[in-house]
């Protein structure tokens, strides 16, 4: 158990960090910007730290910032939160080099997980049941262009959506009801996924019209451990992007 813990965020998920920390008997170190110097979750940690002015590149995401104020504490460990540096590759393989605790995932398994073409390709190679789509065992399930996708297209059977690897938010998919859909579509997911996410990779799944949107939280100890934390529907979306999530899913079974 660590003795200290510096919370890399602000607002309510640093709020409930520290609420926690305290509850386990772990002391907490806030950090805050300029203008977040009044602010609750500053108040809330054991030890209140100042990282900088208010544009969060010059603070939260900082990270000569963060780990100084880490250090100068004494805390062992950093707990990211949600947002800014939490699923940051970098950011966790930089702690390892500080000799700073990342609360949260592996530098690796947040590579591996960040690409969806990725992730669906473990997933296949665990036997988890997936939907319909562009090869994966078979190849990096990337599509290598619109020639590619049409033949895809056509194994899967339309409807289809078209998917940023990198994407995320709704950003980067678009439904493919037919080849000419597919065509008018292509170049612009390509687009969207290098603009938004600096990664042009796409790859097709089969649409499955009135679907169920349902995620489950999987957390692991590092040691073999692993806690499911429930599930929540997300099915209530506008343009792809979440609007409400529901906990416990409606209609779920134990």
Do not use: W
């Not at 970098?90 to 398994?109: L, N, S, W």
């Not at 996410?197 to 040691?223: M, N, P, S, T, W």
């Not at 343009?239 to 779920?252: H, L, Y």
Request: hydrophobic share 45%.
């Amino acid at each position: 158990m660590f003795d200290k813990v510096l919370i890399a965020n602000r607002g309510a998920i640093a709020c409930r960090i520290a609420r926690t920390l305290r509850l386990m008997g772990v002391g907490s170190v806030a950090v805050y910007s300029d203008a977040d110097k009044h602010a609750l979750h500053a108040g809330m940690a054991d030890e209140a730290i100042a990282i900088g002015p208010a544009p969060a590149a010059q603070s939260y995401l900082s990270f000569e910032r963060i780990f100084a104020a880490a250090h100068a504490s004494g805390a062992q460990a950093i707990h990211p939160g949600y947002g800014f540096l939490s699923e940051n590759a970098e950011f966790a393989a930089a702690c390892a080099r500080e000799g700073v605790v990342f609360i949260g995932p592996t530098p690796e398994q947040m590579r591996a997980f960040g690409m969806k073409h990725t992730a669906r390709r473990i997933a296949e190679e665990n036997g988890v049941p997936l939907l319909s789509g562009s090869g994966l065992l078979s190849g990096s399930g990337l599509l290598s262009g619109l020639a590619a996708a049409e033949a895809e297209a056509a194994r899967i059977g339309y409807p289809v959506m078209l998917k940023a690897t990198a994407g995320g938010g709704g950003i980067g998919m678009r439904l493919c009801r037919d080849a000419a859909a597919l065509g008018a579509n292509f170049e612009a997911v390509e687009r969207l996924g290098r603009a938004n996410f600096k990664d042009g990779g796409i790859y097709l799944e089969r649409f499955v019209a009135e679907a169920r949107h349902i995620e489950v939280q999987i957390f692991g100890d590092g040691k073999g451990g692993v806690l499911a934390l429930g599930e929540r529907d997300c099915s209530a979306q506008r343009r792809n992007q979440k609007v409400i999530e529901e906990t416990p899913a409606p209609g779920i079974c134990d």
